[in-house]
């Protein structure tokens, strides 16, 4: 069974990382991934680095003509531009059956359309499916990203030794890229306020892990300088493997709102990094407040100090915290439950 993983190419984000861990697991040759780019980029050279196989499609490409050619059966995409340029010719192909794989919430009525078109609907997160529109929510089942699970040093010192800080620093941090959704000026604003709070007896350091997006990036370096906190914040930029840098911090702030599910904060819980997120979205599927990390009101700076401090200033109940946050996210997100879920749902389509 041959199935199209098709990416646009000028980043990568959360999505690329679950469908490349989905391709790993999945097992030839009953399952053949083929993954196409539209253009060369981020992406690109990140499947180099990781020796994955890959085509760049000509501008000129007739879609269906290639789906036709390389007999896919299954045409599997993840984000709107993919959606958009796939549903069609695979609808017209001879034999490929399409799967759109919804990352995040929308009520937007052309998912009701588009809905008629393609053969499967996948969200990852209650909270996702729930605001999808009629029809499409009917095809639309849930399927939590996977995670690798991978074992690490605990004494990982890669942001210290890039910043030159000392072992008593304490490092606050944000993963994702620079967007509004995820909420960057937010976690600034929280470093200043944590900065000058009463409580702090602290040396921290704030540490934004992500692409440095315009215009976005330039307003957050002003606003930085405007608070006089450039020794205080900094940019590290994108990270791959991510999951050293988190696993050297001592807490993720998670402040996203309108998140699908969110990777970080899984990510942080992994490798026993404690978390406070935003009440909103698809955090409150993956946190317990006050056993596996923290959730606050997504504008409440003097919440989020306080649990921050709660966090540094209480390290027998933070310990407890992490490892039922780590039980809890092997449980869930493993690598492995998830490509047996998506194994079924693909022999499911492909024997209509």
Not at 228 to 234: F, G, Q, R, S
Request: charge should be neutral.
């Amino acid at each position: 069974m041959k199935i199209l993983f098709p990416f646009v190419g000028d980043h990568v984000g959360g999505s690329h990382i679950a469908s490349l861990l989905l391709i790993k697991n999945l097992t030839k040759p009953e399952f053949e991934p083929v993954i196409v780019l539209h253009q060369d980029g981020l992406l690109a050279r990140h499947l180099e680095q990781n020796h994955v196989e890959f085509t760049i499609l000509p501008p000129s490409s007739s879609l269906t003509n290639f789906l036709n050619e390389q007999k896919i059966d299954i045409v599997h995409t993840n984000d709107w531009r993919m959606h958009y340029k796939w549903i069609f010719p695979a609808f017209f192909a001879k034999r490929a059956k399409h799967i759109w794989h919804q990352h995040s919430q929308s009520s937007s009525w052309r998912l009701a359309v588009l809905s008629f078109f393609t053969d499967k609907a996948l969200t990852v997160s209650r909270y996702c499916k729930d605001t999808f529109p009629p029809f499409f929510k009917d095809k639309a089942e849930i399927v939590y990203n996977p995670f690798e699970i991978k074992a690490l040093d605990n004494k990982n010192t890669l942001i210290r030794k890039e910043l030159g800080l000392n072992e008593d620093t304490k490092i606050i941090g944000f993963v994702g890229n620079l967007t509004h959704q995820k909420r960057p000026d937010f976690f600034i604003d929280l470093a200043r306020h944590v900065h000058s709070h009463p409580k702090n007896k602290h040396d921290f350091h704030f540490v934004l892990i992500g692409e440095k997006r315009s215009p976005l990036y330039e307003e957050l370096d002003e606003r930085i300088k405007n608070y006089k906190l450039e020794n205080y914040i900094h940019f590290l930029g994108p990270k791959f493997p991510v999951e050293p840098y988190v696993s050297e911090l001592d807490v993720l702030i998670a402040p996203a709102q309108n998140e699908g599910l969110g990777r970080a904060p899984i990510e942080a819980m992994l490798h026993e990094t404690p978390v406070i997120a935003s009440n909103d979205g698809g955090h409150k599927e993956i946190i317990q407040h006050g056993k596996t990390g923290f959730l606050i009101e997504k504008n409440d700076l003097e919440g989020f100090s306080q649990a921050v401090f709660e966090i540094i200033n209480n390290p027998e109940k933070t310990e407890k915290i992490v490892k039922q946050a780590k039980d809890d996210a092997v449980n869930s997100f493993s690598a492995q439950t998830h490509s047996q879920h998506l194994k079924k749902i693909y022999q499911s389509l492909h024997s209509k």
